[in-house]
């Protein structure tokens, strides 16, 4: 960030220190005080040079509809195609809260599809991977009249938005060889991996029966894709959090031999870590482009 102005990145260091006088605590509060401190500078964030489609149905569901993103001065050649699912505790969450990440990453010569998709309690299991499967279903019929390149498709999700994308991964019953066909994932700060202790109001989404619970895991079902993954988790996540990123990294070595990309993000909590994108904050998105590009760029 040091090619900042003094005035933003005197707003940065603001954020940076309530983040920290926060804690690793998620109170009722925290959207509502990062929506405020970050306010100025997604008013401020640069759009320039982007085309944006908005509210393009994928599905049934009034809720079934997404927004793409694309660089007008690549839009007609064969780009990477970035699908971000949004977070929101299975309950809550939208599209329209995350359009700093697809100005971001087309920008950056990514097409960018951001879905809203079908919410907790009206539907529950498995909605999520279904509505994953049929974004990517509509990706595959209009790759080209977006741009993008089918054979450099990323997944990527924040907390549920993440969990859905876990289980459209490892859940094979959720897909044929569209899987195979997924470059890459970037999960950031998974709700559930391990889904055997499923507390709190993620329960309108799995339901009440406990002995279910083990059946929603994607850590006995790793052997079910190969998909490099970028694991990424903050600072300052609730605690469960930084357990749930280490269980799929230590399922994902134990069973491959092999780590998958992981970070930690410093100075930042479960929801400034989405929206610092576009911000001049350069805590997390160049390291995702770059996964992007070891990724597509591997023999």
Not at 42 to 65: F, H, W
Not at 71 to 87: C, D, Q, R, Y
Request: hydrophobic share 35%.
């Amino acid at each position: 960030m040091n090619t900042l102005d003094d005035c933003t990145l005197q707003q940065h260091k603001i954020i940076y220190n309530k983040i920290r006088e926060i804690g690793k605590v998620f109170p009722e509060t925290l959207p509502d005080e990062m929506g405020r401190l970050y306010s100025q500078l997604l008013s401020d964030s640069p759009r320039d040079g982007v085309k944006m489609l908005k509210d393009i149905a994928y599905g049934t569901d009034e809720r079934n509809v997404l927004d793409v993103f694309i660089n007008k001065t690549s839009e007609k050649k064969s780009m990477p195609i970035l699908v971000f699912f949004h977070g929101g505790g299975f309950v809550s969450g939208d599209k329209s809260f995350c359009k700093n990440i697809g100005y971001y990453f087309a920008r950056n010569n990514i097409v960018t599809v951001i879905p809203s998709y079908r919410l907790a309690p009206q539907h529950s299991w498995p909605s999520g991977p279904e509505d994953v499967a049929n974004v990517i279903k509509w990706i595959f019929l209009n790759a080209e009249n977006i741009g993008g390149d089918l054979k450099r498709i990323f997944l990527m999700g924040h907390s549920a938005g993440a969990t859905h994308v876990s289980n459209y991964l490892y859940f094979n019953e959720f897909h044929s060889h569209i899987k195979e066909d997924i470059a890459g994932a970037v999960l950031m700060s998974g709700a559930f991996y391990d889904g055997k202790d499923i507390s709190g109001p993620c329960r309108a989404y799995y339901g009440d029966e406990k002995c279910n619970y083990p059946s929603f895991s994607i850590i006995d079902r790793i052997q079910n894709s190969r998909v490099g993954l970028f694991i990424i988790y903050a600072e300052f996540d609730p605690p469960e959090f930084d357990k749930q990123a280490i269980l799929l990294l230590n399922a994902v070595y134990n069973h491959y031999g092999e780590s998958p990309f992981i970070k930690r993000i410093i100075n930042h909590n479960h929801i400034s870590e989405t929206m610092q994108f576009n911000t001049g904050d350069n805590s997390i998105g160049p390291d995702i482009l770059s996964f992007i590009r070891r990724i597509q760029d591997s023999p």
